[in-house]
């Protein structure tokens, strides 16, 4: 069923003209996602705005062309200049870089730009195949569960944050005051107003979202100062890049490990693709008959964090289009997205609105060949964007980012509200503190609030007893808890090996 619905979004996609908001999101994805710190999380906070006018499956379609292409942008910066233009991009540069170094730059982006499609494509078509289940699963909840899977997504999000359990739900309880500002959906009143009209309908997603993220990252790269990339640096010759995409298919086993892993990694909200590509090629590593090999120009050592990085994409759209709980940054951007456009996060986003999700399955599937196609054709070119002085880079990002905010509502109140965020948001990354705790919290804070006077209502203020009556809802009690006991569990097991 999901296959013949996926068949004809791609004849509607290549049939209507909409590819070319996948190729203008697949450019955009290369472009944020070679220049550390933006990334596609950025690329789409600036988007949302512009996706006001457009239609659902349009916005879509360019979303989905973002999310796609970041990844392997990222990887282009990571090999010719040991700087990861995105963080999972970071393992890639222990065997890349050497490689580029050592004169096989065009082979280790060619491996690159096939590991990351090959992967993408094994994402996602694991996602299709889950869809009808999850149709299934999501029938089976109610307002209780719904709860517990908000106080669920919260936990694991926070407890993900390796030694920054109490910042992430801290961070989380931000998210949640911010999204109880407004009118009460139960009883009417206003909240937290500060006596402003501009809050009686809660603080707006969009500005928040791009302070959050577009904002803040332009304070911290303005008050580092410079260039991205020194201009010292040298890009290293591109040749052999056939070679490099033989490679992948030669290691088809290496390719699969890391797609698989990508995709179970991405499907656990919080953990993404900075862990999927890490956990990729330490395996790889460990399961390699030459390990001393790795770190030194190996190309497998590109092969698996590669392959993992693109899977995790579908991965991490399981949680999300299921339950509503964003699998990473980049879906918590792109709820915002859906929100923007009338469509609900949760179990109604799945069962309302499948042609969306299936034009995302499509913009994903695009974007993951397009990007590697494009990035390998104008490599050599694109790289160049990293030696950008921050004085030009930060106004231009800025000032587009206010004013599509502005242009959004015709609301100053917007653009002061992303300000403050991008304030907030730079002084959560220099202490340290999870955003997407906090972003989580505010896109569900209104379903956890209504899914609980709801489930109080159902059983006349007995709660818990509701709960012991469910079996599903007695699984997510014992996951909330399981998750919170980790670090503990982690801590212990580490001093008694």
Known sequence: MGVDVVLQAFLGVLTSGSVMFVFIGVLLGLCFGMIPGLGGTTALALLIPITYSMESLDAMYLAGGVMGATSFGGSITAILLNTPGTAPNAATTFDGYPMAQQG????????????????????????????????????????????????????????????????????????????????????????????????????????????????????????????????????????????????????????????????????????????????????????????????????????????ANNAKDGGSLVPTVAFGIPGSAETAVFLGILVLHGIEPGPSLLLQNEREIYGLIVALTLSAVGASVIGLLTARWLVRITFVNVNILVPLVVTISLTGVYVLQGKPGDVLLALIMGIFGYLMIRFDYPRLTLVIALVLGETAERSFHQSLLISDNNLVGLIMERPQAIILVLATLLTLLLPALRKRGKKTA
């Not at 640096?233 to 298919?249: E, L, R, Y």
């Not at 890391?258 to 499907?267: L, N, R, W």
């Not at 656990?268 to 390990?291: K, M």
């Open 104 to 307: 096989r730059a065009g082979q280790a982006i060619g491996a690159s730009a096939t590991a990351s499609a090959m992967g993408g494509l094994l994402g996602l078509f694991t996602l299709i195949l889950f869809i009808p289940l999850a149709k299934e699963i999501v029938l089976l909840f109610g307002p209780v569960e719904f709860l517990l899977l908000t106080v669920l997504g919260l936990v694991a999000i926070a407890v993900s944050s390796r030694g920054k359990l109490l910042r992430g739900l801290i961070a989380g309880g931000f998210g949640l005051m911010f999204a109880f500002v407004g009118v009460d959906t139960i009883s009417g009143a206003t909240r937290f107003t500060l006596d402003t009209d501009y809050l009686w309908d809660g603080i707006p997603l969009v500005p928040t979202l791009t302070g959050l993220f577009a904002i803040s990252q332009m304070i911290e790269l303005a008050l580092k100062g410079g260039s991205v990339v020194s201009s010292n640096t040298t890009i290293a010759s591109i040749s052999g890049i056939w070679q490099g995409a033989a490679a992948v298919f030669k290691h088809w086993t290496v390719m699969v490990r890391g797609s698989v892993i990508g995709t179970i990694i991405g499907a656990i909200p919080g953990l993404g693709g900075t862990v999927a590509s890490f956990i990729a090629y330490t395996s790889t590593v460990q399961s390699s008959r030459d390990p001393s090999s790795f770190g030194k120009g190996n190309i497998v050592g590109v092969i698996a964090p590669e392959s």
